[in-house]
């Protein structure tokens, strides 16, 4: 079930074009990673989700519903986490906790109390002591403390240590399991890695590619280890091979990924004693997006 929609969203601030065609979607039991450099357009992205901006043109709908001219009842649906979490200096973490939940409803007490232990927060202090990993902590308690149907991540793990991070990658795979949609928006690319179902690149604006981990890597290259028994020639002239390096009888290049029948014939003659090939990450598919290549 399609819970989130944006199709050709634009967005313009006087003569800046900071959204030029933002098109994604989010399913039930689904996670999106949006993933771009700073300054690309996901922060104004998820502002027009939220309501706070209003677009200049295209359509932007959470439940299926305007999100400029419904936003109370589909705030009512949704949590959200920012980057940079601002908070009231001289209440407690727990008291700013229970405001929020109380916001959206209620909430959870005793998921709350769960999650107050296992992200190792003490709850007591007032929040003009707090790090900011430590506030960052107060907003994804709250948030994952809610019984949202959308979660809104931006930048969630900012701040926090590697434990913290593996503490919130378990609850997105919790609250993945229930059935519930998440936007994640991170420059982690191996937590995106990691967690999403499906990542959604935006360039200046434009999300320029959306797909499966899989899906993009059809579209680029894989690494090859290759030991041959003689010495092979010739490969650096193929048009589908990149970035060869040989030693002797070692060899390790990129091969596109539709050429592999090709690539297997080419090294054949030369007796292949020993092969490894290595998917691109998603660091690599994002460079090379962002390189233009």
């Known amino acids: 079930m399609e819970i989130l929609s944006l199709k050709g969203v634009k967005k313009n601030f006087k003569k800046t074009k900071a959204l030029t065609d933002v098109t994604l979607s989010v399913n039930s039991g689904e996670v999106l990673g949006f993933i ?11 502002r027009v989700l939220l309501g706070v901006i209003a677009r200049d043109g295209g359509d932007a709908k959470i439940f299926g519903k305007d999100v400029w001219k419904h936003p109370e009842e589909i705030h009512k649906r949704i949590a959200y986490v920012p980057g940079d979490v601002n908070l009231w200096p001289n209440l407690t973490g727990g008291e700013i906790i229970d405001f929020f939940m109380r916001l959206h409803g209620g909430g959870d007490q005793a998921k709350k109390d769960k999650l107050i232990q296992k992200f190792d927060f003490d709850p007591k202090k007032k929040a003009k002591s707090y790090s900011k990993g430590n506030r960052q902590k107060v907003s994804l308690i709250a948030a994952l403390s809610t019984n949202a149907d959308l ?10 240590d590697p434990l913290m991070e593996s503490v919130f990658q378990e609850e997105v795979k919790r609250i993945k399991e229930e ?21 959604a690149i935006i360039k200046n604006g434009k999300v320029i590619e959306t797909g499966t981990l899989e899906d993009l890597r059809h579209l680029t290259r894989s690494t090859y280890r290759v030991e041959t028994k003689e010495v092979a020639n010739g490969l650096e002239e193929l048009p589908y091979i990149h970035d060869l390096k040989q030693d002797g009888k070692t060899l390790v290049f990129q091969g596109e990924n539709d050429k592999v029948e090709e690539i297997l014939e080419i090294l054949k003659p030369f007796g292949v004693h020993a092969l490894q090939t290595t998917p691109p990450t998603l660091e690599e598919l994002f460079i090379r997006h962002y390189e233009g290549k």
């Open 179 to 199: 059935g519930k949609a998440i936007l994640l928006s991170s420059h982690i690319l191996s937590e995106v890695e990691k967690l999403c179902d499906r990542v």
């Open 151 to 160: 979660y809104i991540f931006d930048e969630p793990t900012s701040g926090l």
């Open 36 to 46: 771009g450099p700073n300054g690309a357009g996901k922060s104004t992205t998820i």
